[in-house]
């Protein structure tokens, strides 16, 4: 029978090793621990990144209603002037979609608009001026009109894409009763075309068509 002290004299070194070998494996586990916490951290950045762009992609896209409302005002003020049949390059109008590229609406496709004369508002979001200003959200918007027409001049001339209309007034005589006036005349499409510049690089279009 092996005494006490015998005893551990033989299991001593056994022990050691076992202990060793779950200090090894502690490690190992606390360093997959820490590499699995490190990506759940850069995962959940990501997603509050993408979750950021998109929410400020989103407020762009709400702040080009600027542009289309003052591109609408523009078109309204110039309409009861007569003044729609030529080309503005410094209030981003053209009579005639001569200019227009055929590609999609993008960055390639407003360089095309830019290079013609575009209007870029100012922080206010009135009034064109050489740089867009930024708003009080960080949005830059900057729009061009088109006249559907082939070329500019008279809208009657001009192979414009239209839509019929009238406009009639009446009155009473009492003696000769009631008399109506009317008379045809074409509504001329516009095509608005509006890009936006926020926060973090994004940048979004609206495009919009009225007739007058």
Known sequence: MLSPRTFLRQHAPLARRQGG?????????????????????R???TSTMIAGNMAFKQA????????????????????????????IKNRGYSASTGNNADYPLGEVFWKKLEAAGV?????????????????????????????????????NGARCAAVAGTVSSGGNDEGAGT??????????????????????NSVSYVQSIVYL
């Open 43 to 45: 995962s959940m950045d």
């Open 60 to 87: 762009a896209t709400h702040a080009a209603d600027t542009g289309v409302e003052s591109a609408i005002a523009w078109l309204e003020e110039n309409n009861a002037i007569n003044n729609l049949d030529v080309t």
């Open 21 to 41: 070998v779950v200090m090894l494996v502690a490690l190992i586990v606390l360093v997959v621990m820490t590499l699995a916490g490190i990506a759940l951290m």
């Open 119 to 155: 209007c870029h508002l100012n922080q206010f979001g009135q009034g064109c001026v050489t740089d867009p200003e930024a708003n009080a959200n960080g949005n830059k918007i900057s729009f061009m009109i088109q006249r559907l027409c082939q070329t500019p001049g008279d809208r």
């Open 179 to 200: 008399q109506g006036l009317e008379g045809g005349f074409a509504l001329v499409y516009y095509r608005v075309t509006v890009r936006v510049e926020g926060p973090r």
